[in-house]
């Protein structure tokens, strides 16, 4: 078998033996410094770690014995391979490291239009080292962002990128094979426009948007504020707010749940886990994410958990008048944070952007959806149930029976990529923006010590 090697040769630190050879008199055998990469084997032959004169290399050779056992070319590291001589010991240098990036190897997988990936899900990293695999989502400026999630749009090409833990990196392109998911529609009267819900709507032979509604949807979309500041809050309630939630999460301080009732934190957060030999819960908060903000926008913090597998979030308010924390917003699987009073979710059929009252509660809505078709939504009404949108708009849209007010737009994948890709960007923007108000567990309850 061929052994690939990296030999690098220094002359520096050189050890010069006078070995006396019969009628050859002294000559010098100076060792080498050898560079192996990572994960290669290590060379067997002692002219690799030691410099001979070409006319005495099978003398040498054949009187020597190389030890390199004690290097492991698994793990980057500094070695010495010994080679003996007549009583006499050579040192040489071996250094194992690693310079080769990760290999990336596409999946042959198809997914459907709005399937939510990760790096993952399309390819395999092969390393001899950790690897951080991502999706790249790159922001107009080009900055990189990297993220653990994306949602597929047919034709859409996806950046994916490995780096492993000494800094070399890979980037491969891609374009997912998608195929859209049919359904068997139903055929009904095109002048219909309320359903009964999301799905009959989907099923049904609707009509696109009009090219005079789409510019306005679009001009509608292009106004809505999609990037929600993220506050600090007031700098005098911090450390008061830090000290209650400190308390919550060591479970010294109970919170108040929306009936009224009173919980420690492990009742809503434990975990089930399933045994061979049963189930059973477990409670462990340092895996989850913790930020410290003021969400809703009153000038004081709350306390936004984000628990892993699925993502849930629960947002904690403390009130100084009460002495108590109270969960003043949770919502369920695939969730995430935005600025104030803004909250990301679905997992990509649907997916949302909802905006929030100050009481906590979901005051209007926006969504994207790529699954059956391609459909985009809108508020339409407000809770008094009156049109907001102009005639054009309303008269284009589709309505939920006894919905929320939405209005649902059936749009061409041309269409939906462009209007879709307000909210792509803003939950991306959200995503590295949040991560200023980070706190990890320890941080929150070393407070104060």
Known sequence: MKVKTKIMVFLVNVLVLGIALPGCGKISVLPKEVQIELGEEVPSNVSDYIYIEPH??????????????????????????????????????????????????????????????????????????????????????????????????????????????????????????????????????????????????????????????????????????????????????????????????????????????????????????????????????????????????????????EVLAPVNIYVFKYDAQSDEVYLWYETGHWSQLGGTRTVFGGDGRPEYMDILNKYGEEESTYMNYCGFKYIIAIPCKNVEGEIIVSDEIYENSYQIIDGDGSGYFYVTEEQFQELGQYMWDARAWAEKEIKKYQYTYDEIISNGN
């Open 56 to 305: 005495m290399l099978e003398t040498i050779q054949s009187n020597t014995e190389l030890d390199v056992s004690g290097i492991d070319s698994m793990t980057a590291g500094e070695y010495e391979a010994k080679i003996y001589y007549r009583g006499d010991v050579i040192i040489s240098k071996v250094s194992v490291s690693d310079t080769t990036p990760p290999e990336i190897l596409l999946k042959d997988t198809k997914f459907s239009a709005g399937d939510i990936v990760s790096a993952n899900d399309l390819a395999e990293v092969t390393d001899f080292s950790d690897v951080t695999f991502n999706i790249l989502y790159r922001y107009p400026d080009g900055e990189e962002l990297p993220v653990d999630l994306m949602h597929l749009v047919s034709g859409k090409m996806i950046e994916l990128k490995a780096v492993d833990e000494y800094g070399n990196e890979t980037i491969v392109k891609t374009v997912p094979i998608t195929y859209e998911l049919l359904c068997q529609e139903e055929k009904s009267d095109k002048n219909t426009r309320e359903y009964k819900d999301f799905f009959s709507l989907c099923d049904a032979d609707l009509e696109y948007i009009d090219d005079v509604a789409y510019e306005e949807l679009k001009e509608i979309l292009g106004q809505v504020e999609w990037y929600s500041e993220f506050e600090a809050g007031e700098k005098e309630e911090l450390e008061i707010c830090l000290q209650k939630y400190k308390e919550l999460l060591l479970m010294e301080r109970e919170y108040v749940t929306p009936n009224g009732q009173k919980a420690t934190l492990d009742s809503l957060i434990a975990r089930q886990i399933n045994e061979h030999d049963g189930s059973y819960f477990y409670y462990d908060m340092e895996t989850n994410f913790y930020y410290i903000y003021d969400f809703d926008g009153d000038g004081a913090q709350e306390l936004c958990v």
